[in-house]
């Protein structure tokens, strides 16, 4: 009835409830499609995520099998298509045989290939001057220090005066001797008398040859006091200083390598001492220098060091002023020459059994081939044993094959 007031209210209650249900369910939707859209954003980033991933690991894959340069692929070549696996390319090389030097490295130090010792020859004195410094070269005879010689002046001096008195005697005798001749035939004289004078005028005479033997000893004496040089050659030490007074037992004041010739003292194993007779050519190289000094050996040691089993081996080489004897230095000695293949350091491997390479068969195989290392030098890697030269050897890439793959081989051609 309209004009009850429960009956309105009723309707009022059921109007506000109907509202409130509706409201409920509209925010109920709204959650729903952020929860959805939220969902299909994580997809979509999951899936561009993924589609990402897997173009970087094809471009990584195609850029490892295809980016080669040179045209040789590595051995890690994937499937390239639905119907297979492609065949890689690989290169090989056939060495052949080419002369290779067999060489021996040797270390040592440097001296004086003849050194020489100089020291007080005479009685000695005081050093007055010294004439010449380390590292000049002298002549044969050539002063080197001078010793004071005042005293030994002077008695030269009177030995030069006993020769001219001397000399004036033999004269007087030889005068009387042939005045008394002429008298002998007049009877003047006897015999016994020109028997007498003969023997004074010859013992005059022999008082002249002793001074002036004395004179002579003096003077040789006196110039014995300069220190000289016994030879031509380099000044390598001085141990004396003006003022210093020297004598025979002060030793030795300097040292001189004569003719400036040097030599490498170089240490060698037994087995290889055998292998570089005299007149081996080598090249020596002192520490602390780029040089390549040319020698040869000129002495072999006659006898081995029982604690080091080592021996020596002398090299003759010319002066340079980087050779410093005392110091050390490198050396490389041409052992002879040798027919073998030569590879470039990239084609031998090492693995716990040794050396390896690898090799194309005929049916397009890898094989692994065993091989002992020989002579190492800027050329390559000579192959002791284990190859002919004719097998076709793998170059680059060695470290991603295994035995067995099969390959497609492309021929680099050798500058041998």
Same mark, same amino acid.
Request: proline residues 5%.
């Given at each position: 009835m309209p004009g009850r007031p429960e009956l309105t209210a009723k309707r009022g209650l059921g109007v506000n409830y109907e509202r409130k249900v509706d409201s409920m369910d509209s925010l109920a939707g709204t959650q729903s499609y952020y929860e959805d859209a939220d969902n299909r954003r994580k997809r979509s980033r999951l899936i561009i995520a993924l589609v990402l991933i897997v173009l970087a690991l094809a471009a990584a894959y195609f850029a490892f099998t295809s980016g080669k340069g040179d045209g040789a692929a590595t051995a890690g070549a994937a499937a390239g298509g639905p119907g297979g696996e492609s065949i890689p390319n690989i290169t090989v090389m056939v060495p052949g045989r080419v002369s290779v030097q067999a060489t021996i490295a040797a270390n040592g130090t440097i001296a004086a290939r003849r050194e020489m010792p100089v020291g007080v020859a005479g009685e000695g004195g005081q050093v007055v001057r010294v004439l010449v410094e380390p590292g000049q070269w002298v002549g044969a005879g050539q002063t080197l220090a001078v010793i004071d010689r005042a005293v030994q002046t002077q008695q030269t001096a009177g030995l030069a005066?006993?020769?001219?008195?001397?000399?004036?005697?033999?004269?007087?005798?030889?005068?009387?001797?042939?005045?008394? !001749?002429?008298?002998?035939?007049?009877?003047?004289?006897?015999?016994?008398?020109?028997? /007498?004078?003969?023997?004074?005028?010859?013992?005059?005479?022999? /008082?002249?040859r002793v001074a002036q033997a004395q004179h002579a000893e003096a003077v040789a004496r006196t110039g014995r006091l300069n220190i000289v040089a016994p030879e031509a050659g380099l000044v390598l030490t001085r141990q004396v200083e003006p003022g210093q007074v020297v004598g025979a037992g002060s030793g030795v004041l300097f040292r001189m390598a004569k003719?400036?010739?040097?030599?490498?003292?170089?240490?060698?194993?037994?087995?290889?001492?055998?292998?570089?007779?005299?007149?081996?050519?080598?090249?020596?190289?002192?520490?602390?220098?780029?040089?390549?000094?040319?020698?040869? #050996?000129?002495?072999?040691?006659?006898?081995?060091?029982?604690?080091?089993?080592?021996?020596?081996?002398?090299?003759?080489?010319?002066?340079?002023?980087?050779?410093?004897?005392?110091? *050390?230095?490198?050396?490389?000695?041409v052992a002879?020459?040798?027919?073998?293949?030569?590879?470039?350091?990239?084609?031998?491997?090492?693995?716990?059994?040794?050396?390896?390479?690898?090799?194309?068969?005929?049916?397009?195989?890898?094989?692994?081939?065993? #091989?002992?290392?020989? !002579? #190492?030098?800027?050329?390559?890697?000579?192959?002791?044993?284990?190859?002919?030269?004719?097998? /076709?050897?793998?170059?680059?890439?060695?470290? *991603?094959?295994n035995v067995g793959d099969t390959v497609k081989p492309v021929l680099q051609k050798t500058s041998q």
């Open positions: 005066a006993q020769i001219r008195v001397a000399q004036a005697d033999a004269n007087l005798a030889q005068a009387e001797l042939e005045r008394a !001749e002429t008298l002998v035939g007049r009877g003047f004289i006897s015999k016994a008398d020109m028997d /007498r004078k003969r023997a004074t005028r010859d013992a005059a005479n022999a /008082r002249v003719g400036g010739e040097m030599e490498m003292l170089a240490q060698l194993s037994e087995a290889d001492l055998q292998r570089v007779p005299v007149g081996t050519r080598a090249t020596v190289t002192p520490v602390g220098t780029t040089l390549s000094i040319a020698g040869q #050996v000129w002495q072999q040691s006659p006898v081995i060091n029982m604690d080091t089993r080592q021996g020596t081996v002398r090299i003759a080489i010319p002066y340079s002023t980087a050779l410093r004897p005392g110091g *050390f230095a490198d050396a490389r000695l002879g020459t040798a027919e073998a293949p030569l590879l470039p350091e990239s084609a031998v491997q090492s693995g716990p059994e040794g050396n390896y390479v690898l090799i194309v068969g005929k049916d397009n195989k890898i094989a692994r081939l065993p #091989v002992k290392v020989g !002579e #190492v030098s800027d050329r390559g890697v000579s192959i002791a044993s284990g190859l002919t030269g004719n097998e /076709r050897v793998v170059v680059l890439a060695g470290a *991603f094959l």
